[in-house]
């Protein structure tokens, strides 16, 4: 199907007939829309709108139990069932830190919500799918047969968006562009400020003043700190963790959401381009024809440095982050931290 710009509701949900198999996320793309551009398409259709307020949808959700939580950016999926507890909620920053969801929320990325009722057969998948201001996906929560429905059902009705039928203003995402390497600051201060680092959160202002990207980060900060990995380094270490059963910590991050996995892995499967890990209650799905930079990452903390495995597009953005798993006031796992470094290493360090 070629790409077309395709917005009118009626058009929309015709080519949606026409291609019942087709994933939204793929539709959309070959229409020459955004994801709740279709959806909105298809409001009183099975879809309708609702509001994202996230710090009192978050203990609206956790009345209905258990649901599969999706959390997705272009190249990787991750997939977790369970249930939204131990919520905290503020105006920048939401957390989830239930046993089996972990999420660490952006409520202001999130801009459009919508419950999505789809018959399967004899039954109903329904979903609430959250959207950003350029209509790509935040996050997504599927139900399951043990599932709350009137919780669901209640959820829908307090959220209902007062007017349907109003236009989406989707706008378009902004292009994150690198700073060029003549303009970025010299190695050593960003080593001094790395290396007094306590704990791993403080990267983040780091990088924030000096007007890094994580990606130059990992170029600049030196191999003590960062190296670069062959290329199947992330596939040798996900079956690596499986046998010698190497509990790990997998973030996959949206514009408005992060979501985390904390555990051992069971089931490691290639399936063409995708590396998939595919276990009850935990599923990732990521394309390593996409990751075109992978490293290991060193940060101090106090409770001695902590290693990452970090996976980078083409566009310098991270598209997965994996660490040992580990307690806060602990020291890092030493069959993690001595599995990373026994990674092969890619010996070529040229700044993108």
């Not at 130059?216 to 992330?234: F, K, M």
Request: proline share 4%.
């Amino acid at each position: 199907m070629n790409v077309q710009t395709v917005r009118a509701p009626e058009a929309i949900r015709r080519a949606r007939d026409e291609n019942p198999k087709m994933r939204e996320r793929d539709l959309a793309i070959s229409l020459g829309i955004s994801e709740a551009e279709l959806l909105a398409a298809h409001v009183g259709h099975g879809v309708t709108r609702i509001e994202p307020r996230v710090s009192d949808l978050l203990p609206a959700l956790e009345a209905v139990g258990e649901v599969m939580a999706l959390t997705r950016n272009e190249s990787a999926v991750h997939e977790k069932v369970g249930v939204y507890e131990k919520i905290t909620a503020g105006a920048q920053h939401a957390l989830v830190l239930g046993r089996d969801i972990d999420l660490r929320i952006f409520p202001s990325r999130w801009a459009f919500g919508f419950a999505v009722e789809k018959r399967d057969g004899d039954d109903v998948r329904r979903s609430l799918q959250f959207f950003d201001q350029a209509g790509d996906a935040v996050h997504k929560v599927h139900l399951r047969p043990k599932s709350n429905l009137y919780a669901y059902q209640k959820l829908v009705e307090d959220f209902l968006h007062p007017d349907q039928l109003a236009p989406l203003e989707v706008q378009a995402e902004k292009i994150i562009e690198e700073i060029v390497t003549d303009d970025l600051p010299a190695a050593d201060v960003l080593r001094e400020r790395w290396s007094t680092m306590t704990d791993v959160h403080q990267l983040f202002n780091i990088l924030r003043k000096l007007k890094l990207t994580r990606h130059q980060a990992v170029h600049l900060i030196g191999e003590d700190y960062a190296w670069r990995l062959e290329d199947d380094a992330l596939t040798q270490m996900l079956h690596q963790a499986v046998r010698e059963t190497v509990p790990i910590m997998c973030f996959v991050g949206s514009s408005g959401c992060i979501q985390i996995h904390t555990g051992a892995i069971e089931t490691v499967k290639p399936m063409g381009p995708w590396i998939n890990i595919l276990d009850p209650g935990f599923n990732l799905h990521l394309r390593t024809d996409h990751v075109k930079e992978l490293w290991a990452v060193r940060k101090p903390t106090r409770d001695g440095h902590v290693t990452s495995m970090e996976a980078y597009g083409a566009d310098g953005q991270l598209i997965a982050q994996f660490f040992g798993e580990r307690l806060e006031g602990h020291a890092e796992r030493s069959d993690w931290r001595s599995m990373v470094e026994g990674l092969p290493r890619r010996e070529c360090r040229q700044v993108a």
